[in-house]
Nanobody, 127 residues
Framework: QVPLVESGGGLVQAGGSLRLSCAAS????????MGWFRQAPGKEREFVSA????????YYADSVKGRFTISIDNAKNTVYLQMNSLKPEDTAVYCC????????????????????WGQGTQVTVSS
């Protein structure tokens, strides 16, 4: 098992910033990739960003490229998502996920590519 706990969500005005954290525990040695996904009301869960456990590879959705930055602190088993220039359309529940299998980029950007999920943290961006 790989329990995941997110934190850092909240309410922010458009143009503002937030930093989300995802702390992993348990069998962290088995993790290959960590990802962030989001789900807005009435919409499907969508990919936001992903990072290899080594930190060597990062992936971003086009909608957040240049505004969001993913990073990892292996000493703390924690992944971060720095979100800048936030827009109202970024409003969603953000969930982190862990994959314990080697993944190509194609698999790292889809929900089915992950094995464990956190409960999520709400991000609300007001206009």
């Amino acid at each position: 098992q790989v329990p995941l706990v997110e934190s850092g969500g909240g309410l922010v005005q458009a143009g503002g910033s937030l930093r989300l954290s995802c702390a992993a525990s348990g069998r962290t040695f088995s993790i290959y990739t960590m990802g962030w996904f989001r789900q807005a009301p009435g919409k499907e869960r969508e990919f936001v960003s992903a990072i290899s456990w080594s930190g060597d590879s990062t992936y971003y959705a086009d909608s957040v490229k240049g505004r969001f930055t993913i990073s990892i602190d292996n000493a703390k088993n924690t992944v971060y998502l720095q979100m800048n220039s936030l827009k109202p359309e970024d409003t969603a529940v953000y969930c982190c996920a862990a994959s314990i299998r080697p993944r190509t980029r194609a698999a790292a950007v889809v929900v089915s590519g992950y094995d464990y999920w956190g409960q999520g943290t709400q991000v609300t961006v007001s206009s």
